[in-house]
Nanobody, 123 residues
Framework: QVQLVESGGGLVQAGGSLRLSCAVS????????MGWFRQAPGNERESVAA????????YYTDSAKGRFTISRDIAKNTVYLQMNSLKPEDTAGYYC????????????????WGKGTLVTDSS
């Protein structure tokens, strides 16, 4: 089993920044692909960014490119999502997830999920 615990969400004004964290524990996950996803009320869960744990290779959706940065700290077993220039449409629950195959990056393919952290526009 793998446990994922997100933190760092909160109220933020348009143009502001937040850094989300995802603490990972449990089974060895050196081959995993770790992803951040989000889900706004009434919408389907969508991909935001992903990182391969071993290589550090990163992937972004168009909405995240240039504004969000995904990273990982191997020593701390933590994945981060730095979000800058936030927009009202970024308001959503943000979820961390793991793909044990280290290949797939879509909500339906992930094997483990955290419970999420909420990011809300306060403008």
């Amino acid at each position: 089993q793998v446990q994922l615990v997100e933190s760092g969400g909160g109220l933020v004004q348009a143009g502001g920044s937040l850094r989300l964290s995802c603490a990972v524990s449990g089974r060895t996950f050196s081959n995993y692909l770790m992803g951040w996803f989000r889900q706004a009320p009434g919408n389907e869960r969508e991909s935001v960014a992903a990182i391969k744990w071993r290589s550090g290779s990163t992937y972004y959706t168009d909405s995240a490119k240039g504004r969000f940065t995904i990273s990982r700290d191997i020593a701390k077993n933590t994945v981060y999502l730095q979000m800058n220039s936030l927009k009202p449409e970024d308001t959503a629950g943000y979820y961390c997830a793991a793909d044990t195959a280290g290949v797939y990056w879509s909500p339906s393919a992930m094997d483990y999920w955290g419970k999420g952290t909420l990011v809300t526009d306060s403008s």
